[in-house]
T-cell receptor, first 113, second 112 residues
Framework: DARVTQTPRDKVTEMGQEVTMRCQPI?????VFWYRQTMMQGLELLAY????????DSGMPKDRFSAEMPDATLATLKIQPSEPRDSAVYFCASVPGGGTEAFFGQGTRLTVV | GENVEQHPSTLSVQEGDSAVIKCTYSDSASNYFPWYKQELGKRPQLIIDIRSNVGEKKDQRIAVTLNKTAKHFSLHITETQPEDSAVYFCAARGGSNYKLTFGKGTLLTVNP
């Protein structure tokens, strides 16, 4: 049963530290999304890639967030420096080429203290 | 860019009643409208979807309707059961850019 894999599952870090979250999309999926989930904002789109090319990262605070897809099996989301307001669950989702359904990973719960 | 509005934010119904969640979208080029269910502590999972060339789709107790002219779509759950309790998200996908934008979610509670 192919699944999107995210690591770490949980991360607690101190304000100012760098945080890197990783996502392994399902093999053969060519669109990858990064979402942030908070109680108030629901599922907020941060960035997405198609065939590894970044298409839109307008939802990301550019001064501290960066998203990359170094190869087809890995997408990364980095926060530097982290702040308490970044505390949220970060989801990665991938879509198969020619398909429509977005498959979500388990999420990374980030707590910045 | 696309903007998806979802109402209500919370909905409480008695077991056996129907539940309706409504969404509107802003980009007339959007062509695909999925609905996701997220149980507490779990990942969102697709429950039903509809494309812009279809007005209604049904799968057992759930159905989705789409009004392209008004740019709104709705999720209907009939004969609700306690296990339907979850957060439901609607979404819209851009016609040419594959961008998937979600509403803010509806917390549905089905009381036994």
């Amino acid at each position: 049963d192919a699944r999107v894999t995210q690591t770490p599952r949980d991360k607690v870090t101190e304000m100012g530290q760098e945080v890197t979250m990783r996502c392994q999309p399902i093999l053969g999926h060519n669109t990858v999304f990064w979402y942030r989930q908070t109680m108030m904002q629901g599922l907020e789109l941060l960035a997405y890639f198609r065939n590894r090319a970044p298409l839109d990262d307008s939802g990301m605070p550019k001064d501290r967030f960066s998203a990359e897809m170094p190869d087809a099996t890995l997408a990364t989301l980095k926060i530097q420096p982290s702040e308490p307001r970044d505390s949220a669950v970060y989801f990665c989702a991938s879509v198969p080429g020619g398909g429509t359904e977005a498959f979500f990973g388990q999420g990374t719960r980030l707590t910045v203290v | 860019g696309e903007n998806v509005e979802q109402h209500p934010s919370t909905l409480s119904v008695q077991e056996g009643d129907s539940a309706v969640i409504k969404c509107t979208y802003s980009d007339s080029a959007s062509n695909y409208f999925p609905w996701y269910k997220q149980e507490l502590g779990k990942r969102p999972q697709l429950i039903i979807d509809i494309r812009s060339n279809v007005g209604e789709k049904k799968d057992q107790r759930i159905a989705v309707t789409l009004n392209k002219t008004a740019k709104h779509f709705s999720l209907h759950i009939t004969e609700t059961q306690p296990e339907d309790s979850a957060v439901y998200f609607c979404a819209a996908r851009g016609g040419s850019n594959y961008k998937l934008t979600f509403g803010k979610g509806t917390l549905l509670t089905v009381n036994p």
